[in-house]
């Protein structure tokens, strides 16, 4: 089980007579560099140097981590502390076994998919689930463009993850259908948003809010895939109140130091049949007397969502494929 994550990230005090530091969020963390919201307004910030002195399996500050900050004369900040954390989203680092952190003290997270253009991708789709179930993270799903598909066929595609107690939201960034109750579901919380190129997240958000006016790019014609827009997680402020924390490419999204043997607990249609299993070691692939392969046979539990499970199982714990 991962441990660095949710412990308290060197806890620093500031000298006896420096200036007194101020709560912060940090709303965008690139290169060393930090934007932090604070009571003043937003203010650009770099760790104060024995913050990282220590080494780190993990990222030591990332989107959403709540700081304190001591304001310097030049108008910047150093951050001082960095709270402990509730809960992460995270991924494996590109070319080193380390954690890195894509949003710190999410609320929830909501997975963006479209109905067509591109077509959903629901091996991604579990994957993600799988994340928030191991980050113990409310999920809800999003099907954008639902402008180009029929409405009940939709809804017959995603009811099984209604059925699992994913709340599934329709909407259409074009038509502004399903807009409103999107929002009310983004208000007062920290959202981390993901989803696979070119499913309209970024319309979504300025749907929501005009006045945010984010870049979007249209789905490539020649490859029907989608370009991504963001380069570093950054926390957005939605009107109303809330963020929402919009991430880069995420095809690695978080598989991120997971046993194979917990697998099973991140499916919820799977995890009160493990202790049916003849086996205590069961991987519900081939074993006879499995619970989880019975529950298959029987329709109890879909093909597509065991695949799902038995892809991952056999070596995708890393995200890719």
Not at 278 to 287: A, G, Q
Request: net charge neutral.
């Amino acid at each position: 089980m991962k441990e660095n994550s949710t412990d308290p990230v060197l806890l620093s005090q500031s000298a006896t007579g420096e200036q007194t530091t101020v709560p912060g969020l940090i709303l965008r963390a690139q290169s060393g560099f930090f934007e932090v919201e604070t009571q003043h307004g937003s203010v650009i910030a770099t760790l104060r140097g024995r913050l990282k002195e220590k080494r780190q399996e993990t990222d030591l500050a990332a989107a959403g981590d709540r700081v304190r900050l001591r304001l310097l004369d030049d108008g910047n900040g150093l951050i001082e502390a960095i709270e402990k954390r509730s809960r992460v989203l995270s991924r494996r680092a590109p070319g080193r076994e380390s954690e890195q952190v894509l949003v710190a003290n999410p609320d929830q997270a909501l997975f963006v998919f479209a109905g067509a253009d591109p077509d959903p991708n629901f091996r991604m789709l579990d994957r993600f689930l799988v994340v928030a179930e191991r980050e113990q993270i409310p999920a809800m799903i999003c099907l954008n463009k639902i402008d180009l598909v029929e409405r009940r066929s939709a809804e017959a595609e995603f009811q099984e993850y209604v059925s699992l107690g994913y709340p599934v939201l329709y909407a259409s960034a074009k038509t502004g259908k399903g807009i409103r109750r999107l929002h009310n579901h983004l208000k007062g919380r920290l959202t981390v948003l993901a989803g696979p190129s070119g499913v309209g997240k970024t319309s979504l958000l300025n749907a929501i809010d005009p006045e945010l006016k984010l870049r979007t790019m249209e789905v490539r014609q020649a490859t029907r895939k989608g370009m991504h827009t963001t380069v570093f997680p950054q926390l957005i402020p939605i009107r109303g109140g809330g963020y929402v924390a919009d991430t880069p490419g995420l095809k690695a999204l978080g598989l991120w130091d997971i046993e194979p043997e917990e697998l099973d607990a991140y499916f919820p249609e799977m995890r009160n049949l493990v202790a049916g299993c003849d086996f205590s070691n069961c991987t519900h692939i081939h074993e006879p007397g499995c619970a989880v392969l019975a529950a298959v046979e029987g329709g109890r539990i879909s093909m597509e969502r065991y695949d799902s499970y038995r892809r991952i199982r056999l070596g995708e714990l890393d995200g890719s494929g």
